[in-house]
């Protein structure tokens, strides 16, 4: 049997273990979609090289193990999560590990009241009704990794921010992977919800505890009402012997922001789908990307912008670094539909090459219907600047302190615009570590 198609049946075989520790659940409505999601992920294909999205990243490395679901809680002491920026944000905190809320490792006494956070088990009433239908969203981007998630759903955050409100400080959401010997399938889902003229900035940060071998399968939903203000900053520093899945979508009403910022160091393979869809006019989205591999890493960014309706603005601009033997992809897609004249739209993928056996595949796209639009895209891969290092040596600064230099100017452009002090100074931190001599 192929080995793809016998971990699915694995998976399968798994959901029958998972059901039996629900506790009467399976006649919830809950269920019910977790049932439908089951349905559709045994009806997928596993996605293959011969896949156009995917012809550049091989998931066999993924499906040759048996990633078994953590679906059983894990104590972890604090001392776990000293070398992250836990201890240096002064905001609400959510902890989850191996993707199961941690009550002891999170601070939410500093939560809003106007907030409202409700945890999975949190969302269906007595009859079994769902409260709120909104974290099963997004049914049109579905794929064989968000029905996975969906069908295993158990944990996970629905966050809620009413009209008119701005909290002071930024959420912090930390996802601790401690897979030990166990090679745990680990599952966070959230949703994000910004009421009418609210603003939020949501940070998730992803960390090991160890080395360990590990498949994170991350599920990520926005929904920002007419008006709102929604930043958002994505730390992914997994251990380097695991696998990270995410599933990214963000539905964008009349005259509403979504700016994002994603940071990927860790992972054997990192594989981040971002789907953006303006739903109103007015509205404006920006995603910004770094990513750092080395050694036999592959990182790969497939986005998609859909500008659904008129006048509406998008910017887009991923910077990879990569040495030794990694690997990048970058796949960006900008739909302008027929009806969304006015649209402004840039995107652009700039790649420096560190190795000569590291590599890039990179296709920025545009597909346009309308014809009174301004849109631009744009890729480079190349090496370090050699007249910039001349110039920098003839100054009388070394041969690696000057590459350094360079990197870090490339690099620490992408996070500039970053509001929250402490992120952006722990990424500081990071690109000296990595670069500096």
Known sequence: MDQNLEYKNALVNKFKEFESSLNGEKNSALHKIRLD???NFSQMNVPTTHDEDWRFTNLAPIFKGTFNPSIAYKKLDKKAVNSS??????????????????????????????ISLLKISDLYAEDGALKTKDFFRFTENKNIFSELNTAFANEGIFLSVPRNFTPEAPIYILNIADSGNEKYLIQPRSYFLAGKNSQIHIIEHFISVNNDEYFTNALTNFHLAENSIVRYTRLQEESSSSFHMSNTNIDVEKDASFS????????KIARNNINVKFRGE??????????????????????????????CNSS??????????????????????????????????????LSNEALVNTKPQLEIFADDVKCSHGATIGQLDEEALFFLRARGIGKETAKSLLIHAFASDVFKELKITAIKDYLEEILDKKFNP
């Open 85 to 114: 920026i836990y201890s240096k944000l002064d905001c609400p905190i959510l902890v989850f590990v191996n993707g199961i809320y941690s009550e002891e490792l999170s601070k939410v006494e500093a939560l809003p009241k106007q």
């Open 282 to 311: 007015g509205g404006y989205a920006s995603l910004n990307g770094l990513y750092l591999t080395d050694g036999e890493q592959l990182f790969d960014a497939h986005t998609v912008i859909d500008h659904a309706v008129p006048l």
């Open 316 to 353: 887009e601009h991923f910077k990879g670094i990569l040495d030794g033997k990694s690997r990048a992809v970058f796949n960006g897609k900008v739909f302008v539909r027929p009806d969304a004249q006015k649209t402004n739209a840039f995107q652009e993928n700039n790649n420096i090459i």
């Open 260 to 267: 994002s910022h994603l940071v990927s160091l860790g992972g």
């Open 37 to 39: 999601a089951l349905a």
